[in-house]
């Protein structure tokens, strides 16, 4: 397998390879045996399997590529150029939510903390139960993609010079409190400790995808479109043919597609592309699910040690001990300064106090995996809506996250701990006062929830009376439409995400390079009889 240098595997890429969308001047017509839509952890995945299998690939991504040497530090500048709507992307619902993704070369995998988890056995042995995906989704047919993947982007423990204040102290805490806490196992490759994982690796250190599988794939010759956002795949009667795209720059864009076109364009915006593109399952859309996230500071005296958030791991730390029972993950997650100050209470010169603070404020958080389901639609103007309202299971689960990492701040030395609820105190000064976010409103709009680990809204099952694509993840009735990202999971996992879409897409990519070698072979054997 081709492995450039890490930190330069965006710089040096093959002529041609790359098509800049904000910079096209014509229209394009081309064709592929394969044609990849999204390069986040799913495209890139399946693209970089399907170019190693010997098949030509083109990609095609609505942002632009942000390379290393012009990743920006602050989150207004990094936000307004990679991610979706700014960042300002929310889900509908009895509350709004905010809703992070992506959209760049790389999708969520430039700005998200690489954190890398393979799915639970239990999630997987339920998917069999429930909705008859065993044994073609299984962990016996998913370790050998684990493995590939965990050689290729270098997974590992955070290493304890780089852990950081922040993760060092809630692993000490956790332990205090009887439960199980570890560093986190990421994809790095020498990370330095710079604490702007959610802006972007400056140091090319994180393996997302814009570093590793877009350029590898690039390397055995498959073709990236940049900037260039896919309205719809072209189908012949009940085959999917190719894709139409439009640049940025106002030229359309037609990418044929000898074999099949892979969607990869996220839980969101996959399901409205494939309503664009005609396809009409029941399900489609529906079944939408979320890792909705808190987060809650607190400051530290600052005679006690330095928490500095500026340098450490951003999300070095972990517990799954409560992921079956209590259904939420505590993990800890440090911000950057612009970010640090939206979750800082007080206004005037309070608020200037704390913020003059800053190097002793921690910030720890839980994802809770919902069992609540939305449905993803298309909205005014064709715009993306999501409609997603948590249950009371899922705001216990929350409050009792809340409680339990006010207790954890407190109990580590903290004189503040600032919970973020509405109903409850702003600042809350000792551990006695846990006991107001023990009866914190059970009520969405009470909390400061945001989402980035979504799922499931074009399921994966036998039956198309109840899911979108099949058991080799091709969609119901439709020849060589095939989706490979989250939005194919039936249910959230409990824990972060991208390993487990990765592991499925290169299955995916794995099973469908193999029927598109057997096509050709197959076509070649027949031109040679005549």
């Not at 894709?243 to 037609?254: D, I, Y």
């Not at 909705?292 to 791991?313: D, Q, V, Y």
């Not at 800890?332 to 309070?350: C, H, N, Q």
């Not at 023990?438 to 074009?458: K, V």
Request: with cysteine; aromatic share 6%; charged share 20%.
């Amino acid at each position: 397998m081709i492995t450039p240098p890490s930190e330069h595997a965006d710089e040096h890429l093959p002529e041609g390879a790359v098509v800049d969308g904000e910079l096209l001047m014509r229209s394009i017509d081309d064709a592929f045996d394969v044609v990849v839509i999204g390069s986040g952890a799913a495209g890139a995945t399946a693209a970089h399997a399907l170019t190693e299998a010997g098949l030509s690939v083109a990609i095609v991504e609505e942002g632009p590529w942000m390379k290393t040497k012009d990743v920006a530090s602050d989150v207004h500048t990094a936000f307004g150029r990679i991610m979706r709507q700014s960042g300002m992307q929310v889900l509908g619902g009895r509350a709004y939510m905010p809703m992070l993704q992506g959209r760049c070369v790389g999708g969520s995998t430039l700005v998200n903390s690489a954190i890398a988890w393979r799915i639970p056995e239990d999630v997987v042995d339920d998917w069999t139960a429930r909705f008859g995906l065993g044994p073609s989704v299984s962990m016996k047919e998913l370790e050998p993609h684990f493995d590939a993947l965990e050689r290729d982007l270098s997974v590992r423990e955070v290493d304890a010079a780089v852990l950081g204040e922040n993760n060092r102290l809630f692993v000490e805490q956790a332990s205090k409190h009887g439960f199980e806490a570890a560093p986190m196992r990421r994809y790095d490759r020498g990370c330095k400790g710079s604490g702007l994982c959610l802006t972007g690796c400056p140091n090319g250190a994180k393996q997302g995808m814009s570093v590793t599988y877009v350029p590898w794939a690039l390397a055995h010759g498959a073709r990236i479109f940049t900037s260039c956002t896919a309205l719809h795949v072209e189908l012949s009667g009940s085959r999917a043919v190719g894709v139409r795209a439009r640049s940025a720059s106002g030229h359309l864009v037609t990418i044929h597609a000898r074999h099949a076109v892979v969607v990869a364009a996220s839980t969101i915006q996959s399901p409205n592309l494939l309503r664009r593109s005609g396809v009409r399952a029941r399900a489609l859309g529906r079944h939408f699910q979320a890792h909705p996230g808190l987060a809650m500071g607190a400051l530290f005296p600052t005679t006690s040690r330095p928490i500095e958030m500026a340098f450490g791991a951003t999300q070095g730390a972990e517990s799954t001990h409560f992921r079956r029972t209590e259904r939420f993950k505590l993990e800890t997650i440090s911000l950057p300064p612009d970010l640090a100050g939206a979750r800082i209470p007080g206004v005037g010169r309070e608020l200037s106090e704390r913020l003059a603070q800053l190097a002793h404020v921690g910030v720890w958080a839980a994802q809770i995996r919902a069992e609540a389901e939305g449905v993803v639609k298309t909205g005014w103007g064709g715009a993306d809506r999501v409609d997603f309202t948590m249950g009371k299971r899922d705001l216990e689960a929350a409050r009792k996250a809340c409680a339990l990492i006010g207790r954890m701040f407190f109990e580590a030395g903290a004189r503040e701990v600032w919970p973020g609820i509405y109903g409850v105190p702003s600042v809350l000064r000792s551990i006695d006062e846990v006991r107001l976010v023990e009866n914190a409103p059970l009520e969405p709009r009470s909390y400061n929830f945001i989402a980035t680990h979504l799922f499931g809204a074009a399921r994966m099952g036998p039956d198309p009376r109840s899911s979108v694509v099949d058991l080799d993840f091709q969609v119901h009735g439709v020849d060589g439409l095939y989706v490979v990202d989250s939005s194919v999971f039936p249910t959230n996992l409990g824990v972060n995400p991208q390993h487990s879409i990765m592991a499925m897409s290169r299955l995916a990519a794995m099973r469908l390079a193999r029927t598109c070698m057997s096509t050709r072979a197959i076509r070649r054997t027949r031109r040679e009889a005549s």
